[in-house]
């Protein structure tokens, strides 16, 4: 699946930012996600939901301040940054997992990157202080 990420900028601290992730028409996803990587630093998670439910899970880092949501009828899956911080630059990735499960997976299992099989192109946001 070729997913298309866009949103990112130039924002001030405390502003806000919508990011975008566009999937191909009719491509299924069972859980999308966001992750991030700064410069010198490791991929990190977050946030991500099912598809099907709606269930969201955030790293602790951005819960109260960033809402992930999605359009099923575009197939879009969005992320809405308030109040952001210095620290939220980084290169922002959103990653789809196709995989059919026969159960529910735990939060872990939605903020390990490696469960994720398709990846769009990085959108840059960065934060001035």
């Known amino acids: 699946v070729q997913l298309q990420a866009s949103g990112g900028g130039l924002v001030q601290a405390g502003d806000s930012l919508r990011l975008s992730c566009v999937a191909p028409?009719?491509?299924?996803?069972?859980?999308m996600g966001w992750f991030r990587q700064a410069p010198g630093k490791e991929r990190e998670f977050v946030a991500a939901?099912?598809?099907?439910?709606?269930?969201?899970y955030y790293a602790d880092s951005v819960k109260g301040r960033f809402t992930i949501s999605r359009d099923a009828i575009k197939n879009t899956l969005y992320l809405q940054m308030n109040n952001v911080k210095s620290e939220d630059t980084a290169a922002y990735y959103c990653?789809?997992?196709?995989?059919?499960?026969?159960?529910?997976?735990?939060?872990?299992?939605?903020?390990?990157?490696?469960?994720?099989?398709?990846w769009g192109q990085g959108t840059q946001v960065t934060v001035s202080s």
């Open positions: 990653a789809a997992d196709s995989k059919t499960l026969g159960y529910n997976p735990s939060n872990t299992y939605y903020s390990t990157a490696a469960n994720y099989n398709s």
């Open positions: 028409p009719r491509a299924f996803s069972s859980r």
């Open positions: 939901l099912s598809w099907r439910s709606g269930t969201t």
